[in-house]
């Protein structure tokens, strides 16, 4: 079974020990100097001020004074590496998900809502960050602290040491209680998030469908829904620091002074201690308590963050498929046969959208593929790009299974302009680089010439240089078709799969399109999936597919001839007088 990977964070501290060393080179100085100042107290009481010692309590004062101030540059400078070191460890995070995201099949993305991986690389990766440098390498320095004061406390007096950590058990008790209570709402708060971030990237993309149908208030109405469920949730937990961090510490404090006085005066009555030493008490144990409560909130915190850490791990733990398979064969020459030899195929477990599906296409073959929506034309396309995989049978590449074809060669022999095609929004001449960083000047505008954006290009406002808005918003639809086909030709694939390629052309543009098109790639395999019927009528070969299945194979005067289901599209699209003209 395949190893689960779990978020290390003392392997993220690991990692950047180099830079957390001086942190924690600093941390000590500054823990030592705090351990230090309580002690220069009891100097000053115990023996400068009553046996006269001027120098003594000279010094003393300059330490009193000097402490503090080196204090504030140190924890000044110590802040400063540690937003260096989360500024780092995010994009560390960031980086790693990205590059899971990059491995994902179609096939598990489509499970995911875009808003839910957005926000955890965005979101989760610096909640992450934030807890390990905020409240786990402080917590070094807390521990450190207590280790110092525990030291200290116990070489002054150990019975007076003794009473002051009687409320330790308490603490201890009370935070596993406050742990179970923490981990319950941040796990209601991290669904929270996640919901919001969904619904806000569905409605930034949506926005002009809401405007569409006047669903302004109803949206605003949900979004405030989301943030007040959010708000009330965070209460939870914030009203649970409030009363750790403020009241039950400060009360703890308050009682722990008041115990100290009584039994340090009792001490000092029955000379078992000195005022300096009481007073070093005063002020090491608030410390005491108040590293303590940091630790526990550290522990807390831990439990706030750990929905985090998981929905990392989720995604880190998903399938890596759109990946090469070991051994991955490398195409030389690609011909351009593709088989198809019983294929089966399924979007979810319980239902096949393609069944036992076979055909082969010929090197230069020029394929068109009908039939009714929802049929799976586009599905046979998606599964030649190996963006799924068939659920039964096999796939062939030039008689080579797809799954064993490395990807970067099968990408970048097989060109997909898909239906729906997205677009950077970068300038015109970035999109088509894009996919061509080294084309020459002369292959786009070849590229750009066959397809029929010469003029489009022409009444832009800054050319080839004009940015084209997000997923190309900028462009109309039969202008963003054309920018995808010449985007996928500068590939110069060998296979060209073109799936509604030219449905919001006029018929003209379309006309002269196919034209350079078929000049250009003569001789080589391109399929078309067209809902107009004259867009393939050229065609060597139609296959006609619907409910998940080839119903009929040939070419445009064979199928009309058969008089099946090619026929009756035709008849409804062409009329019959068209029918009567042709040559049936
Ligand atoms: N990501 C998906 N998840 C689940 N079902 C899907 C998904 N994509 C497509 N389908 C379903 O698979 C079937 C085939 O879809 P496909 O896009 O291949 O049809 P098509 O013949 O290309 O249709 P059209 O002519 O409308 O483009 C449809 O019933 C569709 O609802």
Request: some cysteine; glycine content about 6%.
């Given at each position: 079974m395949e190893q689960k990977v779990k978020l290390n964070l003392f392997r993220i501290i690991w990692d950047h020990k180099n830079v957390l060393m001086i942190g924690l080179l600093i941390m000590l100085i500054s823990t030592a100097l705090n351990l230090i100042n309580p002690w220069i107290m009891k100097l000053m009481i115990d023996d400068a001020i009553p046996k006269a010692k001027v120098e003594l309590l000279v010094y003393c004062i300059v330490g009193v004074v000097g402490i503090p101030v080196i204090n504030v540059f140190l924890s000044s400078y110590q802040s400063l590496y540690q937003s260096d070191v989360n500024a780092k460890i995010i994009a560390d995070l960031r980086n790693q998900l990205v590059v899971k995201l990059t491995k994902l099949s179609q096939k598990t993305m489509v499970q995911f809502r875009q808003g839910d991986i957005s926000g955890r690389i965005i979101r989760t990766c610096s909640e992450i960050a934030f807890f390990i440098t905020g409240s786990l390498m402080s917590s070094f320095s807390n521990i450190l602290r207590l280790v110092g004061i525990f030291f200290m406390i116990f070489y002054l007096n150990f019975q007076l040491s003794i009473i002051s950590l009687m409320l330790v058990p308490i603490i201890l008790y009370l935070s596993r209680i406050w742990k179970k209570k923490i981990r319950e709402a941040s796990e209601k708060i991290c669904d929270s998030r996640k919901r919001y971030d969904e619904y806000i990237a569905e409605l930034v993309t949506g926005i002009k469908t809401v405007q569409m149908f006047h669903k302004e208030e109803d949206e605003i109405k949900q979004a405030k829904n989301l943030n007040a469920e959010y708000r009330d949730l965070r209460r939870v937990i914030q009203r649970q620091q409030m009363l750790i961090g403020n009241i039950i510490w400060s009360i703890y404090d308050s009682i722990s002074i008041g115990v100290l006085y009584a039994f340090g005066a009792w001490m000092i009555f029955r000379g078992q201690l000195t005022t300096g030493e009481l007073i070093a008490f005063t002020i090491y144990v608030p410390q005491l308590y108040s590293s303590m409560s940091a630790i526990v909130n550290l522990y807390l915190r831990k439990n706030e963050v750990k929905p985090e850490i998981e929905r990392y791990d989720e995604m880190m733990n998903l399938?890596?498929?759109n990946i090469d398979q070991d051994h991955a064969v490398s195409l030389q020459e690609v011909k351009g046969k593709i088989e198809f030899k019983q294929v089966s195929f399924g979007?979810?477990?319980?239902?096949?959208?393609?069944?036992?599906v076979s055909f082969t296409i010929h090197p230069g073959e020029f394929i068109g593929i009908v039939g009714?929506?929802?049929?799976g034309k586009s599905t046979i396309l998606d599964l030649i790009m190996r963006f799924y995989h068939p659920r039964e049978g096999e796939i062939l590449l030039d008689d080579v299974p797809i799954q064993q074809v490395k990807l970067e060669d099968l990408r970048s022999e097989v060109s997909l302009v898909s239906q729906d095609p997205f677009l950077w929004n970068r300038s015109i001449k970035e999109n088509l680089l894009?996919?061509?960083?080294?084309?020459t000047e002369q292959e786009i505008d070849e590229s750009i010439q066959i397809a029929q954006m010469e003029n489009m290009i022409r009444k832009m406002?800054?050319?080839?240089?004009t940015i084209i808005g997000?997923?190309?918003?900028?462009?109309s639809g039969g202008e963003k078709q054309r920018l995808a086909i010449a985007r996928a030709l500068l590939r110069k694939p060998s296979i060209l799969l073109l799936d509604?390629?030219?449905?919001?052309?006029?018929a003209k543009t379309e006309s002269l399109l196919q034209k350079y098109l078929e000049k250009v790639y003569k001789g080589k395999t391109v399929i078309v999936v067209a809902h107009r019927l004259a867009t393939i009528r050229q065609a060597d070969r139609i296959l006609v597919v619907a409910d998940g299945m080839i119903q009929e194979m040939g070419s445009h005067q064979e199928l009309l001839e058969q008089r099946g289901m090619y026929y009756e599209l035709y008849k409804e699209q062409m009329g019959a007088l068209e029918l009567e003209k042709s040559s049936i």
């Amino acid at each position: 079974m395949e190893q689960k990977v779990k978020l290390n964070l003392f392997r993220i501290i690991w990692d950047h020990k180099n830079v957390l060393m001086i942190g924690l080179l600093i941390m000590l100085i500054s823990t030592a100097l705090n351990l230090i100042n309580p002690w220069i107290m009891k100097l000053m009481i115990d023996d400068a001020i009553p046996k006269a010692k001027v120098e003594l309590l000279v010094y003393c004062i300059v330490g009193v004074v000097g402490i503090p101030v080196i204090n504030v540059f140190l924890s000044s400078y110590q802040s400063l590496y540690q937003s260096d070191v989360n500024a780092k460890i995010i994009a560390d995070l960031r980086n790693q998900l990205v590059v899971k995201l990059t491995k994902l099949s179609q096939k598990t993305m489509v499970q995911f809502r875009q808003g839910d991986i957005s926000g955890r690389i965005i979101r989760t990766c610096s909640e992450i960050a934030f807890f390990i440098t905020g409240s786990l390498m402080s917590s070094f320095s807390n521990i450190l602290r207590l280790v110092g004061i525990f030291f200290m406390i116990f070489y002054l007096n150990f019975q007076l040491s003794i009473i002051s950590l009687m409320l330790v058990p308490i603490i201890l008790y009370l935070s596993r209680i406050w742990k179970k209570k923490i981990r319950e709402a941040s796990e209601k708060i991290c669904d929270s998030r996640k919901r919001y971030d969904e619904y806000i990237a569905e409605l930034v993309t949506g926005i002009k469908t809401v405007q569409m149908f006047h669903k302004e208030e109803d949206e605003i109405k949900q979004a405030k829904n989301l943030n007040a469920e959010y708000r009330d949730l965070r209460r939870v937990i914030q009203r649970q620091q409030m009363l750790i961090g403020n009241i039950i510490w400060s009360i703890y404090d308050s009682i722990s002074i008041g115990v100290l006085y009584a039994f340090g005066a009792w001490m000092i009555f029955r000379g078992q201690l000195t005022t300096g030493e009481l007073i070093a008490f005063t002020i090491y144990v608030p410390q005491l308590y108040s590293s303590m409560s940091a630790i526990v909130n550290l522990y807390l915190r831990k439990n706030e963050v750990k929905p985090e850490i998981e929905r990392y791990d989720e995604m880190m733990n998903l399938p890596e498929e759109n990946i090469d398979q070991d051994h991955a064969v490398s195409l030389q020459e690609v011909k351009g046969k593709i088989e198809f030899k019983q294929v089966s195929f399924g979007y979810q477990e319980d239902h096949e959208n393609l069944k036992q599906v076979s055909f082969t296409i010929h090197p230069g073959e020029f394929i068109g593929i009908v039939g009714p929506t929802g049929g799976g034309k586009s599905t046979i396309l998606d599964l030649i790009m190996r963006f799924y995989h068939p659920r039964e049978g096999e796939i062939l590449l030039d008689d080579v299974p797809i799954q064993q074809v490395k990807l970067e060669d099968l990408r970048s022999e097989v060109s997909l302009v898909s239906q729906d095609p997205f677009l950077w929004n970068r300038s015109i001449k970035e999109n088509l680089l894009y996919v061509a960083p080294m084309c020459t000047e002369q292959e786009i505008d070849e590229s750009i010439q066959i397809a029929q954006m010469e003029n489009m290009i022409r009444k832009m406002p800054d050319g080839l240089d004009t940015i084209i808005g997000d997923r190309g918003v900028r462009l109309s639809g039969g202008e963003k078709q054309r920018l995808a086909i010449a985007r996928a030709l500068l590939r110069k694939p060998s296979i060209l799969l073109l799936d509604e390629p030219t449905s919001a052309l006029d018929a003209k543009t379309e006309s002269l399109l196919q034209k350079y098109l078929e000049k250009v790639y003569k001789g080589k395999t391109v399929i078309v999936v067209a809902h107009r019927l004259a867009t393939i009528r050229q065609a060597d070969r139609i296959l006609v597919v619907a409910d998940g299945m080839i119903q009929e194979m040939g070419s445009h005067q064979e199928l009309l001839e058969q008089r099946g289901m090619y026929y009756e599209l035709y008849k409804e699209q062409m009329g019959a007088l068209e029918l009567e003209k042709s040559s049936i």
